[in-house]
C-alpha cells in the first residue's frame, strides 16, 4: 500500500513524531530557564524541530517546498546555536544567508528543482559581496551597486528561462 511504511501509516509516524519532538522541545524550554542563560535559544531549538517535521512530512509525502521549508528551519536552527553560543552575533546575516544557500542547494539535489539551482547560485554571489562588505573590504556604496546590477541581473535570467 502506498500510504504504509512497513505496515504503519504514514500519518500515524507523523503524530508519533510530532508528540516526541513535542516534549524534546518542552525539555529543551525548561533547559533553557533553569540551566542555559541564552534567552533566544529556545526559538532556534524550536525551528530545528519544526525543520525535522517538515522534512520528515515532506520525504514521507513527496513535498518539495515542505522539504525547502524544513531543510532551512533546520539549518537556521544550527546557525543560531552556532552564533549565539560562538558570540559571532554581528555575522548573523551571513548565517542567514548561508542557511537559504544550503536549503537551496540541498532541495536541489534531493528533490531536482532547477530553479533552486540558480537562486543558489545567485545567493553565492550575494554572499561572497556581503562577507566583503562586512568584512570591510569594499564600501557600502560599491557594495549596493554590486547588489543592484546582480539582482537586476537575475530578475533578467529568470524572465527570459520561464518565458521558453
Not at 516534549?23 to 525535522?52: D, E, K, Q
Not at 568584512?135 to 539582482?151: D, E, G, K, Y
Amino acid at each position: 500500500m502506498r500510504g504504509r511504511i512497513l505496515g504503519v501509516k504514514k500519518t500515524y509516524i507523523l503524530r508519533f513524531l510530532i508528540v516526541a519532538l513535542f516534549l524534546l522541545f518542552t525539555i529543551f524550554v525548561f533547559l533553557n530557564i533553569f540551566v542555559i542563560p541564552y534567552r533566544t535559544l529556545w526559538f532556534y531549538a524550536f525551528s530545528f524541530l519544526l525543520g525535522i517535521y517538515e522534512v520528515s512530512k515532506s520525504r514521507l509525502f513527496k513535498l518539495d517546498s515542505g522539504f525547502y521549508l524544513g531543510s532551512l528551519l533546520i539549518f537556521i536552527g544550527i546557525s543560531g546555536f552556532v552564533f549565539t553560543l560562538t558570540k559571532t552575533d554581528s555575522y548573523w546575516c551571513l548565517y542567514l544567508l548561508a542557511d537559504f544557500f544550503i536549503a537551496s542547494f540541498l532541495t536541489f539535489l534531493i528533490c531536482g528543482q532547477y530553479f533552486h539551482l540558480i537562486f543558489d547560485f545567485s545567493l553565492l554571489f550575494i554572499i561572497i559581496f556581503t562577507s566583503f562588505y562586512t568584512f570591510s573590504l569594499i564600501t557600502l556604496p560599491i557594495f549596493i551597486a554590486f547588489l543592484v546590477a546582480f539582482l537586476v541581473l537575475f530578475i533578467l535570467i529568470i524572465t527570459f528561462n520561464f518565458k521558453h
